[in-house]
Nanobody
Framework: EVQFVESGGGLVQAGGSLRLSCAAS????????IGWFRQAPGKEREGVSC????????YYGDFVKGRFTISSDNAKNTMYLQMNSLKPEDTAVYYC????????????WGQGTQVTVSS
């Protein structure tokens, strides 16, 4: 059974930073791509970032613009998202997800962690 444990969300002022973590189980990181998407109330799901565990290739949504960094520790089946220079429009629930590859949709995801950025 695929499971995700997300942590690191919270309330931060604009310009601040948060580091999200996702510990996954039930699959082997190296065989898949893993990433984050987010969803704000009343808005559609939005891809944030993805990393190919096999070769480390990374992808980011256009809105990230160098503010976020995704990384993974394959030995621990854990993924991280370092978010800097946060903006109020980054407020959303952030979900950890697994993909067959970064060009495709998420096939399974966690419960999400709330990120709230105050102005």
């Amino acid at each position: 059974e695929v499971q995700f444990v997300e942590s690191g969300g919270g309330l931060v002022q604009a310009g601040g930073s948060l580091r999200l973590s996702c510990a996954a189980s039930g699959f082997t990181f190296e065989n898949y791509a893993i990433g984050w998407f987010r969803q704000a109330p009343g808005k559609e799901r939005e891809g944030v970032s993805c990393i190919s565990s096999s070769d480390g290739s990374t992808y980011y949504g256009d809105f990230v613009k160098g503010r976020f960094t995704i990384s993974s520790d394959n030995a621990k089946n854990t993924m991280y998202l370092q978010m800097n220079s946060l903006k109020p429009e980054d407020t959303a629930v952030y979900y950890c997800a697994v993909h067959l590859d970064c060009s495709g949709p998420a096939v399974s995801w966690g419960q999400g962690t709330q990120v709230t950025v105050s102005s």
